[in-house]
């Protein structure tokens, strides 16, 4: 069965615009995590989304939002970008979300904000 | 302190060579993950462990959860192993906690 996909692979944004990332999960996965990997931080926990409602948020500001599709598609958007906003944004796919699911990772979506 | 700790951070080994990665973790888990990352970005999910051990190929992932430890072994290491390879935890509320990562050079 296909993977998951993110849509674009690279992004380049300048400061201040607004960006909208695109995740589509595996077939019949209805929770989707968003992950952000900066070379400082490492992988940071940006929120998870099931059946079209998000049921945790990490410690990001509220610039960072979103939302879920009835297709389990999820999109995340990022407004009035800064530069520390340069990293590379990761989606999860998993049945229904929780402890004991296997997640299965998009390719990334490398986000440069000039 | 790190809730999810990896070591070594840097490991360059020979081909063949058998290797350990080693993660640590300090916050009550329900299952561990293992997973790699090449360059470019994409993620593959090795393993993921809430007792015992697994076997995939060359690869041998280990949890004991007393110890709050896990261990990735490779086995006849070949270039192609080169990645970086991360741990996380799965710690409740639907977010994976992740270590640091260890990136591993298996030179020819």
């Known amino acids: 069965k296909a993977g998951v996909t993110q849509t674009p692979r690279y992004l380049i944004k300048t400061r201040g615009q607004q960006v909208t990332l695109s995740c589509s999960p595996i077939s019949g996965h209805r929770s989707v995590s968003w992950y952000q990997q900066t070379p400082g931080q490492g992988l940071q926990f940006l929120f998870e989304y099931f059946s079209e409602t998000q049921r945790n948020k990490g410690n990001f500001p509220g610039r960072f939002s979103g939302r879920q599709f009835s297709n389990s598609r999820s999109e995340m958007n990022v407004s009035t970008l800064e530069l520390g906003d340069s990293a590379l944004y990761l989606c999860?796919?998993?049945?229904?979300?929780?402890?004991?699911?296997?997640?299965?990772f998009g390719q990334g979506t490398r986000l440069t904000v000039v | 302190k790190n809730e999810v700790e990896q070591s070594p951070q840097n490991l360059t080994a020979q081909e063949g060579e058998f290797i350990t990665i080693n993660c640590s973790y300090s916050v009550g888990i329900s299952a561990l993950h293992w997973l790699q990352q090449h360059p470019g970005g994409g993620i593959v999910s090795l393993f993921m462990?809430?007792?015992?051990?697994k076997k995939h190929g060359r690869l041998i992932a280990t949890i004991n959860i007393q110890e709050k430890h896990s261990s990735l072994h490779i086995t006849a290491s070949h270039p192609r192993d080169s990645a970086v390879y991360i741990c996380?935890?799965?710690?409740?509320?639907?977010?994976?906690?992740w270590g640091a990562g260890t990136k591993l050079i298996i030179k020819p």
């Open positions: 999860a796919s998993t049945l229904v979300g929780g402890e004991y699911t296997e997640a299965f």
């Open positions: 996380a935890v799965s710690g409740g509320n639907y977010q994976l906690i």
């Open positions: 462990l809430s007792s015992g051990k």
